[in-house]
């Protein structure tokens, strides 16, 4: 079992910057799979970015290659997503989920998301 925890979304002016954490409890595993994932209103949810636990694996939508970077701090227990160069168009509800091996086609464990907005 995974519990995950967002923070770190709010209001931010287009060309700003964000960080959001993803708090993960568990008895994380080296091959565990993270990812962020995010949903606009009126807009099927889509992948941000996936990584896993020990770091390695990185993959990212096209439209965040280059201004996305995702993360792991396990001395932390925390998934991060530094957001850069932000546009209105990536304003939406951003959620961390978690897979375990093997890695079936939805994530199993998901946090309860966070906020961002970019404003133009």
């Known amino acids: 079992q995974v519990q995950l925890e967002e923070s770190g979304g709010g209001l931010v002016q287009a060309g700003g910057s964000l960080r959001l954490s993803c708090l993960a409890f568990?008895?994380?595993?080296?091959?565990?799979?993270f990812g962020w994932f995010r949903q606009a209103p009126g807009k099927d949810r889509e992948s941000v970015a996936a990584?896993?636990?020990?770091?390695?694996?990185?993959d990212y939508a096209d439209f965040a290659n280059g201004r996305f970077t995702i993360s792991t701090d396990r001395a932390r227990n925390t998934v991060y997503l530094q957001m850069n160069s932000l546009s209105p168009e990536d304003t939406a509800v951003y959620y961390c989920?978690?897979?375990?091996?093997?890695?079936?086609?939805?994530?199993?464990?998901w946090g309860q998301g966070t906020q961002v907005t970019v404003s133009s």
């Open positions: 989920a978690a897979d375990r091996p093997p890695y079936g086609f939805e994530f199993d464990y």
């Open positions: 568990g008895n994380l595993r080296p091959d565990d799979r």
């Open positions: 990584i896993t636990w020990r770091g390695s694996g990185t």
